[in-house]
């Protein structure tokens, strides 16, 4: 089926889902928030309330954690072998994969991304992802170690680290929710998710497919409401063993505070200024769309976004022209007309938020090549953005901006050296991408940018064998494969004398 099909075959038990009576998952039931209130969802195509949901807080988090600490401890969960494990999470991955035209129709309704994207990216490959990490339930061991020899017997466990608390982005809700919950699965946890408050919608579906799969109650609980509320009564809950967030540096920061009375353990993965470089031997048949798409993809809410762009004197003038051309023919708007290429941003806060740095970009002297503003006046729309004439300290290559605007740097001279020192001028490390045809430069400038992520000649999307995560306030860990779930685990020393 083209695109236009797989939108009408969604469609229909999209609406029947978003128009339903919304609750949170807590110890296998649907329930309302103690409180009784709820949270406004608005698609932001129109800015319209499309469903309401329950405002979670302290006090559903203390149910839906006693529920998981309850599972953890007693019932089937505990024992419950890898293979079984493995096997509710690859039936979780046949029903998304089963559900994947309303799910793709939901996240776009909720979040603004199009049908495309998510229907070919998150959660197109939210099955795949879950099978992989299926297939490390029962796999997770640890090592014999050669001690003193004939005197001492050594090896170590890895064990379940326990109650897992999971905060889930709003800029790709499903994909999130899918990754963690089966990472902290597979190693045998129990979770306690919140999903934000801007997207809801989809990873409550999940917790209805979760249901189906099968689990056990009270292994997966979904609590909604606001960050000050629930997620902050998540983070600093004294039941809960581990806390991993997706989102920015700001609020990482605060839940790395809040987990300091119980010392759990945290995984962060935050905010990004991504430096992409372009050199005068590249591909810029590939580069030119590679580093305007790591930007303009998802309306610009992506965490690796390269959005500080150095390129070579020789080819600059070509790139920026081609950047402006690819921006200049993107087509925004609903993202369930398959003719668009971008969704709004996802909510009036996010689109005050850009049009302020654009404002203030223009304020500091940087010239707008292509966009520089909203489009329309329905729904939460930006034009993607190019601004030249760019210096470090402005605010627009300094700091996140989470929209789709590019700033392209000055270079200075290509050496090395030069390269590393202005890709490594930022306070964040999460990616960093190199456009060359010489290897052995690349190699050697990824040495030395001080990133979790380097891409060389690609903007794409990875395996979820490979870990993700970044370097300095780009977070705390990694995600995906292997390592991405070995951090839901404890390693235990055994030590015998012989």
């Excluded at 609980?221 to 806390?243: C, Q, S």
Aim: with cysteine; glycine share 12%; charged share 20%.
């Amino acid at each position: 089926m083209d695109l236009a099909q797989l939108i009408e075959a969604g469609r229909a038990p999209a609406a029947e889902f978003i128009a339903r009576s919304h609750r949170m998952l807590i110890d296998g039931l649907w329930v309302e928030a103690a409180s009784g209130e709820t949270i406004e969802v608005r698609d932001p195509a129109t800015g319209e309330i499309i469903a309401h949901v329950p405002a979670g807080g302290e006090a559903d988090i203390d149910r839906a954690v006693a529920a998981a600490r309850r599972a953890f401890e007693e019932g089937p969960w505990p024992a419950l072998k890898g293979p079984e494990r493995a096997k509710l999470i690859w039936k979780l991955a046949d029903l998304i994969e089963r559900e994947a035209n309303a799910l793709s129709v939901i996240e776009t309704t909720d979040m603004g991304v199009t049908f495309r994207a998510a229907r070919l990216g998150a959660i197109g490959t939210s099955p795949d992802v879950a099978r992989y990490l299926s297939g490390w339930a029962g796999r997770l061991y640890g090592d014999t170690i050669p001690a003193t020899a004939g005197e001492w017997h050594v090896y170590t466990l890895r064990e379940p680290c326990g109650v897992v608390g999971q905060i889930i982005p709003w800029n790709v809700p499903f994909g999130m929710a899918v990754q963690k919950v089966c990472a902290a699965l597979a190693a045998g946890c129990t979770v306690v998710m919140k999903p934000a408050e801007q997207t809801p919608l989809s990873t409550l579906r999940l917790g209805e497919l979760i249901e189906e799969a099968g689990f056990p109650k009270g292994v997966v609980n979904i609590v909604t409401g606001y960050g000050k509320a629930a997620g902050a009564a998540l983070a600093a809950h004294p039941d809960v063993d581990k806390v991993t967030f997706t989102g920015s540096t700001a609020t990482g920061k605060s839940i790395l505070a809040a987990s300091v009375g119980s010392l759990k353990r945290v995984t962060l993965e935050l905010g990004g200024k991504s430096p992409v470089i372009i050199l005068d031997d590249a591909d810029l048949d590939a580069a030119i769309p590679g580093a305007a798409m790591s930007v303009f993809s998802n309306s610009g809410q992506v965490c690796v976004a390269g959005s500080r762009l150095f390129v070579h004197p020789k080819v600059l003038d070509k790139v920026v022209a081609g950047i402006a051309d690819v921006a200049a023919k993107l087509k925004l708007g609903s993202g369930l007309d398959p003719a668009n290429d971008l969704g709004p941003v996802v909510s009036d806060v996010q689109l005050n938020r850009v049009l302020g740095y654009i404002e203030a970009g223009r304020r500091d002297g940087a010239e707008v090549v292509q966009g520089g503003g909203r489009i329309g006046s329905q729904g939460y729309f930006v034009a993607p953005t190019l601004f030249v004439n760019t210096d470090r300290e402005m605010s627009i290559a300094r700091e996140e901006i989470f929209g789709p605007v590019i700033s392209v740097l000055p270079m200075g001279d290509d050496s090395l050296e030069n390269l590393a020192r202005q890709a490594n001028d930022t306070e964040y490390g999460l990616a960093a991408t190199i456009w060359t045809r010489d290897v052995k430069v690349a190699h050697k400038l990824a040495g030395k940018i001080k990133a979790g992520s380097i891409r060389i000649n690609s903007g794409g999307n990875v395996d979820p064998a490979v870990p993700f995560g970044g370097y300095k306030q780009s977070g705390i860990g990694r995600e995906r494969g292997k390592e991405g779930v070995e951090i839901y685990t404890e390693l235990k020393t055994v030590v015998v004398q012989l």
